[in-house]
């Protein structure tokens, strides 16, 4: 059935380049390739990324996600005619991204200048059984006529971030008039990346090799028969300093050991191979929707695809970056929409690889203790921006304006902590799911006791309540007011739980308990008004609003900023993205049903959604508070924003976080679980186009599959021990199947 | 007249777009700017160079002239379709290098793929009257229908050298919504380079700006009405730290005041001022043959424009570089081309810019006097290849053996030394000429002295015998040779006209020279053997020989080195370029025309001409021999090395000391001059199909016309002194007009 699910690319255009390069990226979490057509184009950004290799070009940058050299590229000439689609007349075209196998398919069929018809078939996959390699297969047919093909593909260095080389060159070589092999290292960071590859051919080629101006490449001549496909198939293998082991002392004989060992099998059958690890995956992880909309399921199974192939589950060292290995955006670093994002998907999969990420924090503890001090605070304060080091990334400044030629000062370093707080959740959400005590006690203590100590010395006192001031919440429209409610209540929740797990595990730090307590009893918590609505922050409320329909029409464009400075629209009740009520979808008992829908209304009416993390939290809580219509809405916008029209919104990769949305909006808005004391609830409310969800989920040690349909709820347990779970209110202890009807999708 | 000399680009082919792309360049001596076209294709680089803006991108490189920033770049959208070549229908092609005037033109009928035709006139200059100044020129006809033209240009600073980027961004700016700047840093050499520029519109548009990723843009938006034509202008200029006075202090000032300055003017009018410039040029020093073959004389205005366009006659501190501001080949660095091959054209049209080169090297002498020190030496041993700072630029270890994964050493630095004597037969050519006891007391004195004492410690004895060993001569296919007859005869010279200045400025330096006398009584000469070959050096005549025709077929290819190893050519009597006939070329009276003959034609049998500075001494050496058609023959060859049809051999530039060489081979082989002992002599042999040779002539003070026809000379006196010239043994005085009759033509 997978088999069947493919992102399809049916017409070429140069508008779309980049956008398709974006979503049609191979990933395993180790590298990422961009999908680059093989052939150049001007408007065309290439891209290879590794997990951890960032580097720093000059004192005043920020470390970046370094571009690799390139192995897609694949320049031909057909008696002497350049291929380019840009030329020459398509006679069909498509590519198709298979998820089930995780390859890339493009069929064309091209009629030259010269009038002779060619049929191409490209093929490209990253493997999934082996994270270093990756391998592309060319047919080449010549219809009409015999003809001279002429290849010329390998391994060019001239790839830069925009024109920001990171990259030296330490070596190139050929080896047996067969092996290239290029050994790169980052300026900066001192690592150090070797690309090895080889090319086999179907039919007797003249090849030659050169290097030249950064660029080690083969040349392939060969004289194509009429209606006799050609067969190209190119092996190429990534490995870095960073690896783990023998391999990361010596990346370079790694590659060559890899590539002996790879190139024989062929491409079909390293596919295979591939494509195995890919079913698994998908056995464990999909989640399957019946919509009278196929494009609900393709846009999940799309979500789970490139956030498999973003997060680096094989090394703690790395966690997922904004636009994960997909392209450039943010530089490559790591924000809170790696926990609050996608740490979710991983902990109800695969929590293996949730404590990876909870560890990539743990590691760079020290680090967060260090900008604390910095900043006049105690415990960890986690950077806003991450990279391999775990030092703040954030740039110090804003892009400059280049009308009064200043730079704003980037607040969100400064202020932007609730990411402190997110972290801490994530710990606790991932606890209560693995009951993980090992983990907990000793890097979850840790993480807990520190973060809550930082809020303990982030608030101040005033007439004896304390406040949290001068803060950014997630609504960065919103910028330096105090008491932001997100941040205030997410501070008590670090707080609160760090005690907890100190009493658990005897902490002795008394000075720190007795701290805490006294945090607790008087932190100010913002309580709904009159009118129901939790003030986002001290001032919000009063600010004056504005009609926003006209940027709601044009909503991810950022399109309010240039009809208003930063300044202006921070004096206005002018949201970017959920805030209050990302808050709700975290703590959906905080407050009544009644207070939770009227927020929702109210702060919807304020955002303009130009962040791309809003709109699934806001399908989440419609969810719950029944508002399907509403709820299905806001999903089918949040999978628009890789999936939609505009050409250009991904152009320097995916949207991770709100990938890892919409998988959230599945299983915590539609299925609507959540956690309480450690006990999984349920309270499914289908949307309507649906007839059925089912998901696999971990919980507890025990792998479960969950199915909704409109009528009853299906759990079974594949494995593990029994676990108990409320729905709707009632306890079950699930031991093996039971279903359950008919208490789904009853309004709250 | 000379509106009629173009250099025309007929036909839109991807695989000539980077060979048209240094064909194409406009250049005034302090910038010059590759012919790429407005749009992008991927094969095509773009670059834009500024004189002595080189950097070293690290440690290990060597400095390289600095690919900057592009102002040329013109993305356009017709109706949402991008405008491409490789796209729609090209109904009419045609580009043009107006020499007179120093403009580009390119002219195109195009058929969008909506089928509508568009006409564009792409016009662009680089000023000669304002060396900081460009300016771009577009227009836009719609012919069938009324549609929207979307135009996106600026400044990019995506550009890299071949992937490695040498520049840091400094600021980027736009003033009073129309004018964009860009600051830019060398990353080691610290040179700010200052990019302004601004359009101007001949319809209403909505315009905006924008700055990302490198680039900072401005996107027009304008509708077409049907056959009424859009115009843009873009008026650019580049300042730099490095410039002179004030505008060196401060480039971005400078060129915001010179934007203001000259944008008012537009395009046609500062076009004219330039192109006023070019008409003195033309006056001063074009070359006028009458030839059956209209091609000579174009080559030959060709040679004369690019010359001029990357010769820094504005500034001492730089030189010409290998391929000039044309390209990056030989990245930028000076070679003896500057003296051998550029400096002659300037000495005898423009005498103040040969002065000018030769100060380029006196300002770098103790960099010459450290690098003989460094190496065992006493003098000034200049670097073979140099930048800005007149340190040794040749990279030590030449490309990477990509099957050995060894890199050998280059020898050029450690053995090329005639690049010395090169410097100090150029300094005594300057003076011949000119009588310029300034400069000669000094700086060419200093340098004469330095040139000479290295010289005299660069030679060891044997038996009572000086011999120069371990040198690598002109040709470079014989490395490592001992007693190379161009380098001992030419050191030789060095030292005898050392002494002879020193004496003449009554130099007290009596140990050199009596070292000196000592060097010239002992120093070994090769003399002609029985069969009247001048040995090329000790073991030359001694190797063994092998049939070269295949390799001469595809000359300039280096094609060799892909059947023999370098190692096994040096044992092999195999040239790469002339050597001994270089030197028969440089003292035509050092032996009776029976020697100069006999070694043309073996030497001739045993070079490949791999080098483009081959043929055209060839040419001189055989005109001079009275081979008129062997002459005629190498000439035309040489005008091929970048106007002939080889699609890539001018990829990274232009060969400029071939362009200097084919002006040699009018004055030096077919008029014939010479000096000896301060006495111009003439005896012009014209190629059976020139019926007359006109040309302009710096003598001593005077200027002068000499004209060659069939018949006569005629020779005017346009300004100066008297001057005595040697025609055919005779000795004329000069001091209005006269016509000689009927000398020519007669064989030796």
Redesign the interface.
Known sequence: MMKEQVLYDKKFD??YLNKYGSLMTLGNGYLGVRGALE??????NRGLYVAGIYNK??E?ETSELVNLPDLTGIKMEID?E?F?L??GEILSYERRLHLAMGEIQREILWRSNSGARFKFLFQRFTAKHDLHLLATKLTVTSLDRSATLKIVTGID????N????HL?VE????FN?EVMQGVYKT?ESGHTIALTTACKCSLTSDVS??????R?LTTIKVDLSENIPFTLEKFGNVYTSLDQGQAGKDPATAGLKALKAHAPYGYDALLEKSALEWEKTWQQKRVKVTSKNEFDQLALDYAVFQIEGMTPAHDERFSVGAKGLTGEGYKGHVFWDAEMFILPFHLFTEPETAKKLLRYRYLNLQQAIAKAERNGYEGALFPWESALSGKEETPEFA??N??T?TRQKVASAEAEHHIVADIAFSLVQYYENTLDEEFMKKEGLALLKETGRFWISRATEENGQLSIKNVIGPDEYTEHIDNNAYTNYMAYYNVKTALYFMEKYDDTDELLKMRGQDFLSRLYLPKPNANKIIPQDDTFLSKPEIDLSRYKVNQGSQGILLDYSRDEVNEMQILKQADVVMLLYLFPELFPSGVVSENLYYYEAHTIHDSSLSKAIHSIVAARCGEHDAAYRFFQEACLIDLGPNPYSSDEGLHAASLGAIWLVTVFGFANISIKNSRLTLNPTLPYNWSELAFPLHWQGATLNIKVTKEHIILTKVSGPEVMIEISGFEYVLSDRMEIAPLIRSKP
């Open positions: 140069v508008h052939e150049d184009y001007s408007e065309q070009a000059n005043n002497g350049l380019s840009m030329d260095a001239q790839q830069t925009f024109g920001t080389q030296s070596n190139v070589r050929v008039e300026t090799f050169a290097a030249k101006n950064r080690l892009a400059i280049i009308r030629g």
